[in-house]
């Protein structure tokens, strides 16, 4: 049986310019089928998820099929944008995967407890990003493919 995936958006929420073009750079290389869309912090993501302020237009800000979230964010930080997001009936079943510099067992912990379904510390090197994105890309397709 021949397999068909559609093209998937991922929502990355992350702070840091550097870490957003290493992985557009790694989800290029790694052949993402899709896009990938980017907010700075915990309240745009929860701006674009709930399609409010400047991602009211629901054909510019497609539903994610996978959300990369950092912790550690300005205005609202990704611990507590997990917590709402797990809580609202709407979005709690988007897939997280919270991919941070942190590696603090309480973290893990707590990112493990909320909702998340992986904890993943930043790749430092671009080789290491394509892995993550690659092992990413598998994984969500496998999920969704038929």
Not at 105 to 121: E, K, L, S, V, Y
Request: aromatic share 6%; hydrophobic share 40%.
């Amino acid at each position: 049986m021949e397999s068909h995936c559609a093209p998937i958006t991922i929502l990355m929420a992350d702070d840091d310019e550097d870490d957003c073009l290493l992985a557009q750079a790694a989800f290029e290389y790694a052949g993402l089928t899709g896009e990938l869309r980017l907010v700075e912090n915990g309240k745009q993501l929860l701006e674009y998820l709930r399609r409010q302020g400047d991602y009211i237009n629901p054909e510019q800000t497609p539903r994610p099929d996978l959300i990369l979230l950092d912790l550690n964010m300005p205005r609202m930080d990704g611990r507590e944008a997990l917590k709402i997001i797990k809580s609202d009936p709407r979005l709690k079943d988007i897939p997280i995967v919270i991919l941070t510099t942190s590696t603090e067992q309480r973290d893990i912990d707590f990112c493990a407890g909320a909702g998340a379904c992986n904890f993943i510390t930043k790749p430092v090197a671009f080789e290491e990003w394509v892995e993550t994105v690659t092992a990413l890309i598998d994984a969500n397709l496998s999920r969704r493919c038929t």
